[in-house]
């Protein structure tokens, strides 16, 4: 379906334009969305069981292997035509900030540079204890590994529900949104805070705001263009009407 034309029109004329992206985007590369990764082994437990450090200090061995599980689909997952779609995007704005709660690192492979990635990344691990990042262990058949430097466990470098985001990467995405001429929102569900904020700041400060998804989200009724589809579609069909 071709997007509006209004929505075109507004992204011609558009000189900064801010995107925020979820679990959704990368759903089409065969990465499940967050809530979709309780499946199978998984099913019995909700992320709030998994994804918090209270939650790894009390089983660290479920958690390690949750996201072990999680990393090695990471692995085996290719960018898909929404990642391809947002690179050649980022090419047609004077300013394009590209921020993803995603943690696959499939946009940067997709080759979108100067990604804020608000949650982390899945492929780096770090010492739960001293917070840096560690990169060799010995394989010692702990689950977790431990760190080599002062024997605490090591943890995937991501943020976890009750912890704080990077504060220069959270300003950064807040001032590129609040400052964007057209916002996107794609493939989140909006439920998840500090990032959930990004979207209503853009509308507070004037941007037209689009949201895709196939599904409707707490930001369906505000957005001024709500395209309902997956993203892999509506993106590829938004960059051909941007050409034409
Ligand atoms: C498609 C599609 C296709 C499918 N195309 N679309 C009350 C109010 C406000 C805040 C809070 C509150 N109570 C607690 C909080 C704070 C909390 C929070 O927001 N909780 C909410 C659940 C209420 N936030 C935090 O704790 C944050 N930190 C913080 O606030 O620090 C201050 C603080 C300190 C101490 C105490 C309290 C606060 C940190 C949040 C970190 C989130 N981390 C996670 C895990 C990352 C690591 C990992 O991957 O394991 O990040 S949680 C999880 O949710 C993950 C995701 O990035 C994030 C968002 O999920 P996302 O991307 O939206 O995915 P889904 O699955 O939810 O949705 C997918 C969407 O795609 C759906 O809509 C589909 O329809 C759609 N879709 N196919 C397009 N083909």
Redesign the pocket.
């Known amino acids: 379906m071709k997007p509006p034309a209004e929505l075109i029109e507004k992204l011609r004329a558009a000189k900064r334009v801010a995107v925020l992206t979820?679990?959704?985007?990368s759903?089409?590369s065969g990465v499940p969305?967050?809530?979709?990764a309780q499946t199978g082994l998984w099913a019995q437990y909700s992320?709030?069981d998994?994804?918090t450090p209270r939650a790894f200090l009390r089983n660290p061995k479920l958690v390690w292997e949750w996201?072990a599980w999680?990393r090695e689909l990471v692995a085996g997952a290719k960018p898909n035509p929404?990642h391809l779609a947002l690179v050649e995007l980022a090419g047609r704005f004077p300013e394009f900030q590209l921020i993803t709660?995603?943690?696959d690192g499939l946009h940067q492979q997709a080759g979108s540079r100067n990604v804020i990635e608000?949650?982390?990344n899945?492929t780096r691990t770090k010492c739960f204890d001293e917070r840096t990042i560690v990169t060799e262990w010995a394989e010692t058949g702990d689950i977790p590994p431990k760190c080599p430097r002062c024997g605490g466990l090591l943890r995937?470098d991501?943020?976890?529900?009750?912890?704080?985001?990077s504060a220069t990467d959270l300003n950064t995405a807040m001032r590129a949104s609040a400052s964007s001429d057209v916002f996107l929102s794609?493939?989140?569900?909006?439920?998840?805070?500090?990032?959930?904020g990004l979207p209503i700041a853009a509308l507070g400060h004037g941007a037209t705001v689009v949201e895709?998804?196939?599904?409707p989200?707490p930001f369906t009724a505000k957005v001024h263009f709500a395209l309902a589809?997956?993203?892999?579609i509506v993106l590829p069909e938004l960059v051909t009407s941007l050409r034409e």
């Open positions: 979820g679990a959704g985007v759903a089409e969305t967050f809530r979709d992320p709030e998994l994804a996201y999680r929404a709660q995603n943690v608000l949650h982390g899945i995937p991501v943020v976890w529900f009750e912890e704080t985001l794609i493939g989140t569900s909006g439920l998840v805070y500090p990032a959930a895709i998804n196939p599904q989200t589809g997956a993203a892999g």
